[in-house]
């Protein structure tokens, strides 16, 4: 949490309009709110949405990358695209 106090200053003083700098908040005051801000749109779930993305797609096998080459026979792909490959027997 320490690392993330500027933000959770900025949602205090966005969120609650409270500046941290300027007025005592009881510690249980201060827990309970603070671990209230992912509910709102704020930058503490900001951060956590950019984390839990970051660690999917650590957790993601490499083959289902989005731009990674795929390999579709010629049936499927005379399916999606009819007329494109033309097949002969022989």
Do not use: K
Request: proline share 7%.
């Amino acid at each position: 949490m320490a690392d993330h106090q500027d933000d959770i200053d900025a949602d205090w003083l966005a969120i609650y309009g409270i500046d941290l700098d300027a007025q005592h908040v009881p510690a249980r005051r201060f827990i309970a709110l603070t671990d209230r801000l992912p509910a709102y749109q704020s930058a503490i779930a900001a951060r956590i949405a950019a984390e839990q993305q970051d660690q999917q797609q650590e957790q993601a096998p490499a083959s289902a990358a989005p731009d990674a080459p795929q390999e579709v026979s010629v049936e499927a792909m005379n399916l999606i695209m009819p007329g494109l490959i033309e097949t002969v027997e022989v």
